[in-house]
């Protein structure tokens, strides 16, 4: 290879002047060969090393990803699904008929999640979130009483009258009820007062009728022999001699005031007495025999039918969609150590715990000191304490 003296001529490439170390003298062409292969190696190296940190950035390894859009989340976990599928893939199209099925479900689940109104999270303990705490000693035939106790074809209802007043003594004009003898406790008068005023304001009727209240032990043994003898699934509508949720003083039957009145109850939650149905929760009203869990509550769907469990009860339950059943179950997870706390649709955050009787005579069970609280038994196996951590 000949090497010319003028650098302008002696191949393909020249050295930047600055490259130069005698910016006078040419530099030889096999000079010139070496540092271009040199820098050519270098490139490569550093475009290699870029290109593998792009690839751990934006893909393959699980700990560095960073996803952000729920498509991705989706595609990701798809990508999951995948790779740990140990049966081989089935028709494509199919597949993403059914992925692309499970993704709008979810996407609905998480849309209906976001209208609920009531969020649980586990937190403090009770003493964290209300302060000063005492300790109640609670006689164990407490854990009868209270708003929450559950009253069904295992647990009978020891009250029998004492909690209960006449509905005329505290009603108001916006509903009927059907004779003077219907009675309730007067806190679940006053809240259905609360209720019926409301409905009728909105819908400007006042024919809804309370069929009954308050039932006793010997009106329901009359009431099953009757049904007995009428029917082979009388369990199914009608509950055994104390076991009867009416002899709790916290539940009540709507009818409809007509003038024909016929067998049985007209009421049945359709049209505008849909409303009660539907928004008894904000009063502290629960449906209490909902389709689809008779299994679990042993009755058929009663529409008519209200339980008053107080607030904020009514609105988790209702807004979960389950029974009191499960609801006392549930609580039976939470302690004054680790509380439920449900936030309301206001705001308002409620701490809720249970405590176990654990002594024939009596229980300690834990209260705020200083704000207010209630205190129910679950009719069964301890106490829940129920206190407003805001106020
Ligand atoms: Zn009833």
Not at 116 to 129: D, H, M, Y
Not at 234 to 246: D, K, L, N, R, T
Not at 282 to 295: H, L, N, Q, S, T
Not at 367 to 375: F, L, N, S
Request: one cysteine or more; aromatic letters at 10%.
């Amino acid at each position: 290879m000949n090497n010319n003296n003028s650098p302008k001529k002696n191949g393909f490439f020249h050295l930047p002047e600055i490259m130069r170390i005698y910016p006078d003298k040419p530099v030889p062409f096999r000079t010139q060969l070496a540092v271009m292969c040199t820098m050519l190696i270098i490139s490569c190296l550093l475009f290699t090393v870029v290109f593998f940190q792009q690839k751990i950035v934006h893909g393959d390894s699980g700990a560095a990803v960073q996803i952000s859009t729920a498509d991705e989340r989706s595609a990701a976990a798809r990508s999951e699904e995948n790779s740990t599928a140990s049966v081989a893939p089935s028709e494509p199209s199919q597949k993403e008929k059914q992925e692309s099925k499970q993704e709008s479900k979810q996407e609905s689940k998480q849309e209906s999640k976001e209208e609920k109104v009531i969020e649980t999270e586990a937190s403090e303990s009770a003493g964290e979130l209300l302060g000063n705490m005492k300790t109640l000693d609670m006689d164990v035939a407490a854990i009868h009483a209270g708003e929450l106790i559950l009253v069904n074809k295992d647990y009978s209802c020891r009250y029998d009258g004492e909690n209960v007043e006449p509905m005329g003594n505290y009603k108001t004009d916006s509903y009927l009820v059907l004779d003077y003898d219907v009675a309730l406790a007067p806190d679940v008068t006053k809240a259905f007062n609360n209720m019926m005023d409301d409905f009728e304001s909105q819908f400007g009727e006042n024919d809804v009728m309370v069929a009954c209240g308050y039932r006793s032990y010997d009106m329901q043994v009359r009431l099953f022999k009757n049904e007995q003898d009428n029917s082979d699934e009388a369990e199914q509508w009608v509950a055994p001699p104390g076991y009867s949720e009416h002899q709790t003083g916290f539940v009540l039957d709507l009818d409809l005031n007509k003038l024909e009145k016929g067998n049985g109850i007209d009421f049945d939650g359709s049209g505008d007495y849909g409303w009660l149905n539907n928004n008894c929760q904000d009063y502290g009203f629960i449906v209490r025999y909902i389709a689809g869990k008779e299994d679990i509550t042993g009755y058929n769907e009663e529409p008519w039918h209200f339980r008053y469990v107080g607030l904020p009860h009514s609105r988790f339950i209702t807004e979960k969609g389950i029974t009191l059943e499960e609801y006392i179950d549930m609580l039976h997870g939470f302690t004054a150590d680790k509380p439920l706390v449900i936030t309301d649709s206001d705001g308002s955050r409620y701490c809720i715990y249970y405590t176990a009787v654990n002594d024939w005579n009596t229980t300690e069970v834990e209260v705020p000191a200083d704000r207010k609280y209630t205190i129910s038994g679950d009719n069964y196996s301890g106490f829940i304490v129920t206190a407003k951590i805001d106020e």
